[in-house]
């Protein structure tokens, strides 16, 4: 195995024995096969859309396919080897398809004609070279090639909600598989990749768009909300991960039960939908961001729903309370597929829950959020007076994830450090280094605003937009924002090539630089975007007010 997709890449450079996610080296090879298996589907996916043959059902397992494969979202080997199988038979259909038009694709690459009869042979096909990542010899290339399939992949999660909502733009599926069968391309020069890699940004830009249309239209625009984080003595089920037409499903489902439902890490933004505030069973938030999960399950005490990333693989002795949905999955773990309607039966988990015991109380009180786009609209008034009067000097963007490594306590003595007429605004798992510190407000106007996911970092630059258009600059770099973003898996990656679409320079990205920008490509980002690491918090707190 070889993986270097996400910050924790062992030694900064790649996991090569097991990944420090817990991936297995046998699960990375199948993942990086369905990979090489879609990247061989789109090259006919391409021709397809050419000559308008149907690709509804292609673009759908793509985006899933993708999805599956992002950092601590299914470590479940069945699947792979079944979504594997698949794919080729996808593959198979549409060069029939495109023959019967007499359409015959020749020099096809390795990745378009491989084929496996058994789990056995698959498996020895995903340990070949030829299919990782190291098939790429030269670093640049190859570093711009993964930047392209991450960056796709944080694209595919977000189209992937977006879908599950009704919410579809076939421009963005095209891209995709343009993308994919791209980074097989050998003619293309190191320029034609980086423009590309820019043009992945547009289309992440529009993917989070599309997926912000979806949320708010169907569930309200999120508004400025108070959530209990303490709990209440009824049996109840935790929800994870970012889909909220599974939480929404969940709530339904859960009416009326005596069965409490309370989100863990990233689902805690659904709180600051309206349209969740009608059920009195949705109690609050319970802990923090994904990696405190195993101690933070153990105390809850009731079932746990993933409907995506980030799980870390569960103890034994709560295993069995854990569910998984969608693109997500863990062996041993009990996974609820949709039927063809989209619907999904949560009965089994709401059973389990009633026998279980209630939440165990770690902590008590409150934190607020609900700062997306139209409810700082609301407040733009307030804002730009604050600006204008020099009581909010800086707005520092702090979006992204969070993670384990101790080096990320960074970010929480960033926000303590921060000077009183500075305002955070974040969005991702990011928010729990410093969402629950007493950081205080600014004339009513709290001093971190979370917007939401990290999808949501779409409204951070809505936000900034508007603001360069209401104080009437030219240019989005002219505002009194600096960028200081956390990542760690590939929709960071996703949301971090959007902003360079949107023109935002100097953004700073931490705890570490990924392992797959080589030398060369790192230095085109610099020297292009001024992007850079970080250093220390004093240092960086005086860089970024000078
Ligand atoms: Fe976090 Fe995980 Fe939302 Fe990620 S829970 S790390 S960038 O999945 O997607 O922010
Ligand atoms: Fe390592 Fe991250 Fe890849 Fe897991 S996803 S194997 S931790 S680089």
Same mark, same amino acid.
């Given at each position: 195995m070889f993986c270097y997709q996400c910050q924790e890449a062992a030694k900064g450079t790649g996991c090569t024995l097991a990944g420090v996610c817990g991936k297995k080296p046998e699960l990375a090879n199948l993942q990086d096969l369905l990979i090489y298996t879609m990247k061989g589907l789109s090259i006919f996916a391409n021709e397809a859309r050419k000559v308008e043959i149907d690709l509804n059902q292609v673009d759908e397992f793509i985006v899933n396919g993708l999805f599956m494969t992002i950092t601590n979202a299914n470590f479940d080997e069945n699947a792979f080897y079944q979504t594997i199988r698949e794919g080729l038979i996808l593959r198979e259909g549409l060069k029939t398809k495109l023959e019967e038009k007499g359409i015959v694709l020749e020099n096809l690459h390795d990745s378009a004609t491989w084929t496996a009869d058994s789990n056995s042979k698959m498996e020895a096909k995903a340990d070949s070279?030829?299919?990782?990542? +190291? *098939? $790429?010899?030269n670093e640049d290339v190859r570093s711009l090639r993964e930047l392209i399939t991450y960056g796709v992949k944080g694209m595919a999660a977000y189209a992937h909600h977006a879908y599950n909502l009704g919410k579809e733009n076939n421009e963005i599926y095209a891209f995709i598989t343009k993308a994919l069968a791209a980074t097989l391309d050998d003619t293309l020069s190191a320029d034609e990749l980086v423009a590309l890699t820019l043009e992945t940004g547009k289309y992440g830009v529009d993917t989070m768009a599309l997926l912000d249309e979806a949320n708010t239209s169907t569930y309200g625009n999120p508004e400025i909300t108070e959530v209990n984080i303490g709990v209440r003595n009824n049996p109840a089920i935790l929800i994870s991960g970012h889909d909220l037409s599974d939480l929404e499903q969940l709530l339904e489902q859960t009416k009326g039960t005596g069965v409490d439902v309370y989100t863990h890490s990233e689902m805690l933004?659904?709180? #600051?939908? @309206? *349209?969740? /505030? /009608? #059920?009195?069973?949705?109690v609050g938030n319970y802990g923090n961001a994904w990696w405190k999960q195993k101690e933070e399950f153990e105390s809850f005490n009731g079932p746990v729903l993933f409907t995506t990333n980030c799980i870390v693989p569960p103890k034994a002795n709560h295993m069995d309370r854990i569910y998984t949905t969608g693109a997500s999955g863990f062996p041993g773990c009990k996974h609820i597929e949709a039927d063809e309607n989209g619907k999904k039966d949560f009965s089994e988990i709401i059973e389990h829950a009633k026998k279980l015991d209630s939440p165990t109380e770690i902590e008590t009180g409150s934190i607020v959020g609900g700062f997306a786009h139209a409810q700082v609209f609301a407040l733009a008034d307030k804002v730009v007076e604050a600006v204008k009067s020099g009581a909010i000097k800086k707005f520092f963007v702090m979006a992204g994830c969070d993670g384990r490594? /101790?080096?990320?306590d960074y970010y929480t003595d960033f926000a303590k450090q921060l000077p009183d007429d500075t305002v955070i605004l974040t969005a991702g798992c990011a928010k729990y280094k410093y969402n629950k510190l007493p950081l205080g407000d600014i004339g009513g106007i709290p001093r971190v605003l979370d917007a939401g996911q990290c999808n949501d970092s779409y409204s951070l630059a809505v936000i900034a937009l508007k603001l360069k258009e209401v104080f009437e600059l030219n240019d989005i770099n002219e505002l009194p924002i600096a960028y200081n973003i956390a990542w760690y898996e590939q929709k960071a990656v996703i949301v971090l090539l959007a902003l360079l679409h949107l023109g935002v320079k100097n953004i700073h990205l931490g705890? $570490? +630089? @990924? *392992?797959? +920008?080589?030398p060369n490509v790192a230095k085109v980002l610099v020297e292009t975007f001024g992007i850079g690491g970080i250093t220390n918090v004093e240092d960086d707190i005086k860089m970024f007010l000078q």
């Open positions: 070279v030829v299919v990782g990542v +190291l *098939a $790429t010899e933004p659904a709180h #600051y939908y @309206p *349209a969740f /505030k /009608k #059920y009195d069973n949705f490594m /101790k080096s990320r705890p $570490t +630089l @990924p *392992a797959f +920008l080589s």
